[in-house]
């Protein structure tokens, strides 16, 4: 590593931490040739093949434009989009590999955006699996059917029975 000072072609770790639940590391470095030190930070960029053969980094943030357009008109609100999205991030990072096809991050879109919203799920799957049929979308639906229910994820909006007028009553005194 450089320095960023002197430019010299070497410099000496004094320090690593972790930052970013471990995704990032932080080095505390000291250059032996004008004793200054400096801080660089380092990641792991895991990168998108698409089918076109194009290599992009690997954006959580379009991993939530696509849900977003998935659950448009869904009760599905934001966090519950960005928690599905760093699951999806989770899952392809923990393959292990410096590359992952479109593909598989499409895959690991699927199963938790079932868990979170049917209708969206369909919607995604129909893009995602391009569908051309009313038959590719009453068989989805009927494997959807036939699979045991998913359990509650903790993302969807809770809804309280109702009861009265929802208002809290005064107390006069």
Partial sequence: M??????????????????DDG????RRRSCPECGKRFTTVEEAVLAVVKRSGVTEPFSRTKVMSGVRKACQGRP???DSIALLAQRVE?????????????????LAI???LRELDQVAYLRFASV???FDSLDEFENEIAALREAPPVRDAGTRHAVAPR???GRTPKING
């Fill in 2 to 19: 450089r320095c960023p000072y002197c430019r010299h072609a070497d410099s000496r770790v004094v320090d690593s931490r972790e930052a």
């Fill in 23 to 26: 995704q990032l590391i932080r």
């Fill in 76 to 78: 599905v609100d934001e």
């Fill in 90 to 106: 989770e899952t392809v990072r923990a393959r292990g590999a410096a590359e992952i096809p479109s593909h598989e991050v499409g």
């Fill in 110 to 112: 699927l199963t938790p």
């Fill in 128 to 130: 995602y699996k391009s």
């Fill in 163 to 165: 009861s009265g007028t």
